[in-house]
């Protein structure tokens, strides 16, 4: 029986979406940085009975009754978690990364104090202040940003903390090809006595592999989601460090309180058993050799990429994740960059560049990250391949160039759509692709 008899049996069109999408992920490169595959044990316990129980509270300390076994889970996998990173407290109840940093911001934060973050068009995330979300709504949110080489500038952020005086501080990206200066950020936010948070979603897996320093002696709170370099399952978690407990005594209740009563309900029990399995196998030494790899392989793609004549965002990458930028084909060519990778078997996303020079929904950049094809057992030989079938992709933009009217732009788009279906170019590139992948199989067992 295959695994998914039964939604085959009930529920032929959800069936058929999932085959089709487990085919995709199987014959084509999937290159987002913050996406991965997890393990068929992960996934178990993610589709598992406890996704029928409510647990409002801690383990021990449950509003409803029927919760001998969901604490233990629970505590297995707070427990696994303050021993991999190395931090007395760990909530493991967050539904995912922006929640994790809205509790944050709950546990530390009075409304309108002034907070500091990576700003959005130079790899910062949406809630360390973007002006669109919530956290600028109700936080006052002034932005560092890195210098014309790529680097984040911790000059300008200790002058607007001192300027500024916030009261938390992130340090964390989802679009920074190089290590966080923890230490640095932890002299700034010492300085003008902030909480310092690290977001270490990207990297928690090169952090736990050794593979990219760990933020815990320097941050007073840690979080990260549970299913990007870390490869468990959608989720995420709020760690406090000693300094944190130093700083503040009540930090970890504060955290635990802004989780649930402040902003959740019920956690995912079926999600916090796949966190702990996850976290089980990255405590395995291969978890260890599989972070180191993927930096190498990341290295080894900016090497391919750069050699093919593609500019990165401050020339190539310490971590998991590289930045093309495009803006040689005029600004807003990510749009293209992303769908001419598409079009050869290549799943990357536009994302915007420092000093971007279009607009986030028309940024001009690509970002794209080794973390999946690492999974799948792909090495330095496959990453230099990969860079020249994406150099080769990108040239097929040359002929385009984004209308500066916006209304012109969808018209334009639909165009170029259909013609790169059309693309031989492309299609070749895709055939190529596809011939990759057959020899890194992915989910073998699951054959639907
Ligand atoms: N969507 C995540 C990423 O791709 O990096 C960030 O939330």
């Known amino acids: 029986m295959g695994v998914l008899a039964e939604i085959e049996k009930n529920d032929p069109e959800v069936y058929g979406y999932i085959k089709e999408e487990l085919l995709r992920q199987q014959e084509g490169l999937e290159m987002i940085p913050s ?8 996934m178990q316990a993610s589709g598992s009975i406890l996704t029928n129980k409510y647990s409002e509270g801690y383990p021990g300390r449950r509003y409803y009754g029927g919760n001998e076994y969901i604490d233990k889970v629970e505590s297995l996998a707070i427990e696994r978690a303050k021993s991999l990173f190395g ?20 546990a530390t934060c009075e409304n309108n104090d002034p907070i500091m973050g990576l700003y959005l068009y130079d790899g910062g995330h949406l809630t360390h202040g973007w002006k669109l979300s919530i956290t600028s709504r109700f936080f006052k949110s002034v932005p560092y940003h890195v210098k014309p080489d790529g680097y984040i500038d911790i000059d300008e952020a200790r002058k607007l903390a001192n300027e500024n005086k916030p009261k938390l501080i992130w340090i964390g990206a989802t679009a920074y090809p190089r290590q966080l200066p923890f230490k640095e950020f932890a002299a700034i936010a010492d300085e003008v006595g902030a909480y310092l948070a690290a977001d270490i979603a990207h990297v928690a897996g090169l952090v736990l592999a050794g593979a990219h320093e760990s933020p815990v002696k320097y941050a007073h709170i840690v979080t990260t989601t549970t299913h990007k370099t870390l490869r468990g399952p959608r989720g995420g978690l709020i ?11 009540d930090l970890a209740q504060k955290i635990d309180k802004a989780i649930i009563p402040g902003f959740q309900g019920g956690p995912h029990n079926h999600q916090t058993a796949a966190i702990a399995v996850a976290l089980k196998e990255a405590a395995k030494p291969e978890f260890r050799e599989y972070g180191h790899q993927i930096v190498r392989n990341a290295k080894a793609l900016a090497e391919g990429l750069m050699a093919n004549g593609v500019k990165l965002v401050s020339n190539g990458t310490d971590n998991h994740l590289l930045l093309a930028d495009l803006t040689t084909f005029g600004p807003g060519a990510g749009v293209f960059g992303q769908d001419v990778l598409e079009a050869a078997g290549v799943t990357a996303n536009k994302n915007t560049i420092p000093g971007e020079p279009s607009s986030p929904f028309y940024p001009s950049g690509v970002r794209m990250g080794t973390p999946a094809l690492t999974t799948r057992g792909m090495k330095e030989p496959e990453m230099k391949a990969i860079g020249g079938i994406i150099a080769e992709a990108f040239n097929e933009i040359k002929p385009y160039s984004l209308p500066k009217d916006k209304d012109e732009r969808t018209e334009y788009l639909k165009r170029f759509r259909e013609e790169i279906r059309q693309n031989k170019k492309l299609a070749e590139l895709r055939t190529k692709v596809r011939q990759m992948c057959k020899q890194f199989p992915l989910y073998p067992e699951m054959v639907l």
């Open 35 to 42: 996406e991965n595959f997890t393990s068929m044990a992960v």
């Open 87 to 106: 931090v007395p407290h760990a909530n493991v109840q967050a539904y995912s990364g922006s929640p994790a940093n809205l509790a944050v911001y709950l």
């Open 239 to 249: 760690m406090v460090t000693q300094k944190g407990l130093d700083k503040d005594p």
